[in-house]
């Protein structure tokens, strides 16, 4: 194998160790939607992912019309060459989930469901796009459920939730956030501001607003904190979306360099080569 394929093997090794980015989006929102989602039901989860399957699906469908497949990939490419095409189609779909995010992601709880349709539909785009690259063709019926695996696992590993099920309740998360902030300055009208967004019980996004405004010298008023809000919402789901994208991407690129170097060394030959790597 040439270096840099052994390079791409070693990547691979450490993509099949990291956690989804469901596990860690925890982080970045915050306890309140951990809270949400360990209080939901295990039927309303089983709910969830009974109606993403079937989405999933249609997803898959709508978006393979969205790109024209012309890529014809031959055992003799360098994989540098199709590694560099692939992050190309990652980079241009991320941007359009950032925005798609940023847009919906200022109409709260609506913006949320009206968003997971069209970010899923893109995130099968990338992946069928991504996967065109190392010779998957996406005309293929045989290589659905690969696209669909890339897509549902988010993670290698088995005891990561799956990608598709934590988007759809991270972002629903977010949703219920900004929909809490809203009322919260909804009722909080013509009340000392300062008073009551320095209270503990105020909602997490507007504590956040609030402290961001201090740090700005910014007096925080009612005004102020009733456009930030979906600012901040915005802001939020656009950063979400763009994340579980480059993990999807990642997962599609990774998987795809697997399969293009077994094509072309064989499974067993690839195989012993990894194992001498961990």
């Excluded at 349709?117 to 290589?143: E, H, K, V």
């Excluded at 290698?156 to 956030?177: A, W």
Aim: glycine fraction near 6%; aromatic fraction near 8%.
């Amino acid at each position: 194998m040439t270096p840099y394929e052994n390079s791409a093997i070693k990547e691979i090794i450490k993509w099949h160790k990291k956690p989804s980015f469901f596990s860690r989006s925890i982080a970045l929102i915050g306890a309140p939607v951990e809270k949400l989602i360990n209080s939901l039901p295990p039927w309303t989860k089983d709910a969830i992912k009974e109606a993403t399957a079937e989405g999933i699906r249609k997803c898959i469908n709508i978006s393979r019309k969205t790109f024209h497949h012309s890529t014809i990939v031959t055992l003799d490419t360098p994989l540098e060459i199709i590694d560099k095409k692939a992050k190309k189609f990652s980079r241009s779909n991320s941007a359009g989930t950032f925005l798609s995010g940023f847009t919906t992601g200022l109409a709260g709880l609506p913006g949320a469901i009206a968003d997971i349709p069209l970010t899923m539909t893109i995130f099968c785009r990338s992946i069928q796009m991504i996967s065109s690259c190392y010779g998957i063709n996406p005309d293929d019926p045989a290589n659905k459920p690969f696209f669909l695996w890339l897509l549902t696992s988010g993670s290698p590993s088995p005891d990561d939730d799956s990608s598709e099920t934590g988007y759809i309740m991270t972002r629903l998360g977010l949703g219920l956030l900004v929909r809490e902030a809203e009322k919260f300055i909804a009722s909080s009208a013509g009340k000392n501001m300062g008073n009551i967004l320095s209270r503990e019980a105020a909602p997490v996004l507007v504590r956040l607003i609030n402290t961001i405004a201090s740090r700005l010298g910014i007096q925080m008023t009612e005004k102020i904190a009733a456009t930030a809000i979906p600012l901040a919402g915005g802001f939020c789901a656009a950063l979400i979306n763009s994340a579980f994208m480059k993990d999807i991407n990642s997962n599609a690129i990774m998987a795809g360099r697997m399969k293009f170097l077994i094509r072309k060394y064989g499974e067993e030959e690839v195989i012993n080569h990894t194992k001498k790597l961990i």
